[in-house]
């Protein structure tokens, strides 16, 4: 079975930074786009960042844009979330995931996922 894992998420204060990593495989990295999503208890999971094979555009949420940065990592088969300015609101279960298509901010086109990495913004 292929495997994203995440890593990075932790507990931070309001104002600070932290870093998400996800690795997957050379196979999934390369062929596939990759995306970052969130979710808190009782609501939905939510589009947070997305990054296109091959050429490596970005899509952005509008309430990270700007604060949140998406790239990846070709060499090390890795994707990474970096996540400045965090606010509270931040906080929630983050996933890494991979879909075949070019590039999706959609869930539901997304069809690898990682088993996601806690990440708690006090105030």
């Known amino acids: 079975q292929v495997q994203l894992a995440e890593s990075g998420g932790g507990l931070v204060q309001a104002g600070d930074s932290l870093r998400l990593s996800c690795a997957a495989p050379?196979?999934?990295?390369?062929?596939?786009?990759m995306g970052w999503f969130r979710q808190t208890p009782g609501k939905e999971r939510e589009f947070v960042a997305a990054?296109?094979?091959?050429?490596?555009?970005?899509y952005y949420a509008d309430s990270v844009e700007g604060r949140f940065t998406i790239s990846k990592d070709n060499a090390k088969n890795t994707m990474y979330l970096q996540m400045n300015s965090l606010k509270p609101e931040d906080t929630a279960v983050y996933y890494c995931?991979?879909?075949?298509?070019?590039?999706?901010?959609?869930?539901?086109?997304?069809?690898?996922w990682g088993q996601g990495t806690q990440v708690t913004v006090s105030s």
């Open positions: 995931a991979a879909t075949s298509l070019v590039a999706s901010l959609k869930v539901l086109e997304y069809n690898l």
């Open positions: 050379e196979s999934i990295f390369a062929n596939y786009g």
């Open positions: 990054i296109s094979r091959w050429v490596g555009k970005t």
